[in-house]
């Protein structure tokens, strides 16, 4: 240490005595201020703020300018390279472009891709389902379907109907995404290409339809045709679209006539209200008269087979009877007789009995309420006396 500083002063002291030019003085005076700078561009440090070795040290510790260029580049193109890691939300596919053409179709999830202008990548959102308004546009709506004011806009919702009758169709579509590569590609302006096929589609359906249908009862089979309608509009144009629905928010006739056709609209609607009254009486009257039919026939057959059987059964005794009788008829009319005084006498209430001689003095008597019963019916004791059995007999 003490060598390096002689050798120093030394130095210094032959400098200061031998004469210098201007050139060396000003060097001389920037190396005593610490600012001169050595062939090897080295920043030297003033000795007498730090010593020599201290200088030497921090003077190679200093890093060479190439090197220092040569990090910067490279933490740069490390940069560069991550800007091409990109995450596809789950709504969302990724379609990447090398050099402006297609490449390939990304799911959802973290990818990398080459950083720009060597790839891009689109994330459109396939599952969010979209909107479009024709003969009317919303004023102050929100993201999700709710109704706001209302803005007419009569150049799209005028149609002419198959009678050639002119009627404002306000509707709108709901649509999302089906092939992200044909909705960013192939169609410029997808929103537009939508409104203006949608209005296509309905003018074609409304121009098939008459305005009684249109504005009553056949607003669901115009749903329906101009949905497929349209679905088939936008693949023939290959936009990558899906039509989920096309529905119908206001049909009606222009003002002028409106108060005829509403008129009309409220008859016919009340002549479908008494037709599904009258069906329902109906519905409610033939089932009971078919019951009751049903019990009456039922009721005539059981009738018809107690007669028939009571008929046949009375048919075959009358011929047991008949047999019987050729055997032996005086015993057969005596046992009939006695077979019906029994049933008659069975069935009276009180019985008067009168001997022969009797009977041949009294005289015919109506049965009295006290003798006949409280329902004053004749009874068989008013009738006239029966001859005896051996006088019957005798007269037949």
């Known amino acids: 240490m003490n060598w390096d500083w002689d050798k120093l002063q030394e130095k210094r002291q032959r400098q200061q005595n031998r004469p210098t030019t201007k050139p ?9 201020a610490g600012r ?3 062939e090897n561009k080295r920043y ?10 201290t200088a030497r040290k921090i003077n190679n510790l200093k890093m060479p300018r190439g090197r220092l260029v040569f990090i910067v580049v490279a933490c740069a193109i490390l940069v560069w390279l991550l800007t091409g890691i990109y995450i596809v939300n789950p709504d969302e596919q990724g379609v990447v472009l090398r050099f402006g053409q297609y490449n390939r179709t990304v799911d959802p999830g973290p990818h990398y891709a080459l950083p720009a202008p060597f790839e891009k990548v689109y994330k ?10 024709v003969g009317f546009r919303s004023v102050g709506q929100s993201s999700t379907f709710k109704q706001g004011q209302v803005k007419t806009v009569p150049e799209e919702a005028s149609m002419l109907t198959g009678d050639e009758n002119i009627v404002n169709v306000q509707f709108s579509v709901q649509y999302k995404i089906s092939d992200p590569v044909q909705y960013l590609f192939n169609v410029s302006a997808p929103t537009a290409l939508v409104r203006n096929a949608a209005e296509a589609a309905m003018r074609e359906v409304i121009g098939n339809s008459e305005i009684d249908s249109a504005i009553t009862d056949g607003k669901l089979k115009i749903q329906s045709e101009a949905t497929q309608l349209l679905q088939q509009i936008l ?3 290959g936009a990558g679209i899906q039509v989920l629905a096309v529905q119908l928010q206001d049909v009606h006739p222009p003002k002028e006539v409106i108060d005829a056709f509403k008129d009309v609209a409220s008859a016919r609607e009340d002549k479908s209200r008494i037709i599904n009254q009258a069906e329902a009486y109906r519905n409610e009257l033939l089932p009971r008269a078919r019951g009751q039919a049903a019990a009456v026939r039922n009721e005539a057959e059981a009738y018809s087979a107690t ?8 048919a075959s005794r009358f011929d047991a009877l008949r047999v019987e009788y050729d055997k032996a008829p005086r015993v057969t009319r005596q046992r009939l007789y006695y077979e019906t005084m029994e049933d008659i006498l069975s069935h009276s209430g009180e019985k008067v009995l009168l001997d022969k001689s009797a009977a041949n003095r009294a005289l015919p008597y109506l049965p009295l309420p006290g003798l006949s019963g409280s329902d004053g019916a004749r009874g068989p004791e008013a009738r006239p006396a029966p001859k005896p059995a051996e006088n019957v007999a005798e007269q037949k």
């Open 235 to 237: 693949n023939r144009y």
């Open 36 to 38: 001169a700078k050595p």
């Open 307 to 314: 007669r028939v059987r009571n008929a046949e059964g009375e």
């Open 44 to 53: 030297l440090f003033n000795n007498r703020d730090l010593g020599p070795n």
């Open 24 to 32: 060396e003085q000003e060097k001389g005076d920037e190396v005593e």
């Open 124 to 133: 459109p959102q396939v599952t969010q389902v979209l909107r479009s308004e």
